[in-house]
């Protein structure tokens, strides 16, 4: 990719709303995403993340704003204009989804190396011993042993198999993200280590992604910039340093200096 | 008092325009699922209820009927759906292949090669290919719109990880005139070469699932496989003890409770012809024949079929108070096996 093309913005948003009826999800949401960039999204519960994350990645209409996707050809398509049949293509090889829950993003029923061959299956990868291979040489980067591949993930760890769900959103190359608590639901120590792995495979990679958290401590770490949310509305944004060393807003400060000293 | 009950073929005449406007559509979309109203029909949904509506709906008073189950003439399902279509319709029946205008079948495609002046109406349980694994109908159909079918290739890997080749040994799935993923109902993947560029229009009807599909005449229909484990028809090779028929599909049939078996082929028609032609070739077998049995190549296990989900079924001869007709086969019924062929074979093991 031409430092040309690294110097426009992959994912716009731009005053992203959505109501559900009288309840509002989230409001006037607006933010460019350059490749390689990851930002962090944070907030509590019901802040809106999740409506954002879900809008950002076409899978609800907004009731107001756009968003708008630079393809791999340099075009500038608002989502809502394409087809379902190319965002659906989309969906499943230049852009991932990364699920709190593995048991969405994963099929707990097939082994791990059709997990991951599916996607190559699906882009019409239509030869056996290329598609184990692959899924093969994905586990391995994702420092999940190469004998497992024909075990089923329903009998892999938490951990596990949120490293697979990593490697099956992997595997095609994608050039940006979504993740929705990545480390949710895990516990300290294997959250240090898959937080480890993603920040590896996203320097390694080039990734653009868009990471929905509560825990900031996983924003510091992955993200190199910030959005905090309350009631539906970003009240804070900037580099990831600056706003949680130095944070203006109160509720921002209340949310820093809510986090136990380690 | 004497009045018909029913209408030509039970049906009435608007629910079988509504079946034929689904028939049209499926043929003018080769491969793709037709939702049609299914109607109650007296016999119990499984027994080929949507085989049997789509048979009716195309039978007129000048069609010969041949029904196969498993592709034998005298099985119970067979005997049955015949003598609903003799009592309902009066057509004329047959159990040759070659006289049928209509063949309505469970599980099988004829051994002999179907013409352009036949129709042959398959019995489907389960007319979504992508049904074990996307659970969800809204999804499948978008799936089928959108042409994604990775998921399908998706099972076939998984076959070969578990089993080192493609194990899916019935309902395997093709792809039809380029487009759509088919079930092809539970015939054997034996069967499967059969349907490519058939002369014969296809018709699948599922009664419960509420679904018609079509094959025109002359399409296209390839068999889902990987470039490095090429689809194959077959996997073991057997010898039929009766006809000695070594490139039919056969079944295994019990002989006793001593271990005893014996593999015949599955297409009772196609046998008995291959008897009367050559009745030299056939060793008289007796019930219980283990000494049959074991001369044949049991290593091969048949064609891999199980026979473990059926008991032996008790002996039944051939009705010979069926009002058979139309069928040169008829003599040969009567010859050497009416004695222990019994009413079913036992069976495809992917009853679904």
Aim: negative net charge; glycine residues 10%.
């Amino acid at each position: 990719m031409s430092n040309l093309e690294n110097d426009r913005p992959l994912l716009q948003a731009e005053g992203l709303s959505k109501w559900y009826g009288r309840q509002l999800g989230c409001r006037d949401v607006s933010f460019d995403l350059y490749p390689g960039e990851v930002m962090a999204v944070v907030g509590e519960s019901g802040s809106g993340k999740t409506t954002l994350l879900q809008l950002l990645s076409a899978q609800l209409v907004p009731s107001a704003g756009r968003v708008c996707y630079r393809l791999r050809d340099g075009a500038v398509h608002d989502l809502a204009t394409l087809g379902q049949a190319q965002r659906r293509f989309l969906f499943r090889t230049d852009w991932g989804y990364v699920h709190q829950d593995p048991a969405l993003g994963l099929r707990m029923a097939v082994s791990a190396g059709a997990n991951v061959g599916e996607r190559l299956m699906a882009v019409g990868w239509r030869h056996y011993g290329r598609i184990r291979s692959a899924a093969e040489e994905w586990l391995d980067r994702v420092e999940i042993a190469r004998g497992r591949v024909d075990d089923p993930p329903s009998t892999y760890s938490g951990g596990m198999r949120q490293r697979l769900q990593i490697a099956r959103n992997l595997v095609t190359n994608p050039r940006l993200v979504f993740m929705d608590e990545p480390t949710g639901g895990l516990d300290v120590s294997v959250q240090a280590r898959l937080l480890d792995l993603i920040s590896g495979l996203v320097a390694e990679l080039g990734l653009a992604a868009v990471v929905v958290t509560h825990d900031l401590a996983v924003a510091r770490l992955l993200s190199h910039r910030v959005m905090v949310m309350k009631d539906g509305e970003v009240i804070e944004s900037g580099l990831t340093d600056q706003v949680l060393d130095d944070p203006r807003e109160p509720y921002t400060q209340l949310l820093v200096s809510s986090i136990l000293p380690a | 008092m004497n009045a018909p009950a029913y209408n030509f073929a039970y049906l009435d005449e608007q629910t079988k325009r509504m079946i034929r406007r689904a028939i049209l559509k499926a043929i003018a979309i080769p491969g793709y699922q037709v939702p049609f109203a299914s109607r109650e029909m007296p016999m119990p949904q499984g027994w080929g209820t949507g085989g049997v509506q789509v048979t009716a709906a195309i039978l007129g008073p000048n069609d010969v009927l041949k029904v196969i189950d498993q592709g034998s003439d005298d099985t119970t399902n067979a005997v049955s759906i015949r003598k609903f279509f003799v009592k309902t319709a009066g057509v004329k029946i047959t159990t040759s292949t070659a006289d049928a205008t209509i063949v309505q079948t469970r599980h099988r495609i004829p051994e002999l090669p179907l013409t352009e002046q036949q129709v042959l109406v398959f019995q489907v349980p389960i007319p979504e290919p992508l049904r074990f694994l996307e659970p969800r109908e809204t999804e499948t159909r978008q799936m089928h719109a959108l042409e994604e079918y990775g998921l399908m290739h998706v099972k076939l890997y998984e076959d070969i990880s578990r089993h080192g080749q493609i194990s899916t040994s019935y309902a395997y799935p093709v792809k039809v005139d380029g487009r759509y993923v088919m079930d092809p109902s539970p015939t054997p993947k034996f069967d499967n070469p059969k349907m490519n560029d058939c002369a014969a229009l296809q018709l699948f009807g599922a009664g419960r699932e509420k679904r018609i599909y079509a094959i025109p005449p002359y399409t296209r229909v390839v068999s889902l496989d990987f470039e490095d484990h090429p689809f194959e028809p077959r996997w073991s090779s057997g010898t039929c003890a009766l006809c000695a028929a070594t490139d039919s599909f056969l079944d295994e049939i019990i002989t006793d409770d001593r271990g005893g078996r014996m593999f015949v082929c599955s297409d009772t028609d196609h046998c008995e012809i291959r008897r009367a032609a050559a009745p030299h070739v056939p060793e008289t077998v007796t019930p219980g024949g283990s000494e049959a049995s074991n001369s044949l190549p049991l290593e091969g296990g048949g064609l891999g079929r199980g026979s473990t989900d059926s008991p032996p079924v008790p002996p039944a001869t051939p009705s010979p108070t069926l009002p058979l007709s139309g069928g040169g086969s008829e003599a040969s019924t009567s010859g050497v096996d009416s004695g222990f062929r019994p009413a079913a074979g036992p069976g495809m093991t992917g009853r679904r």
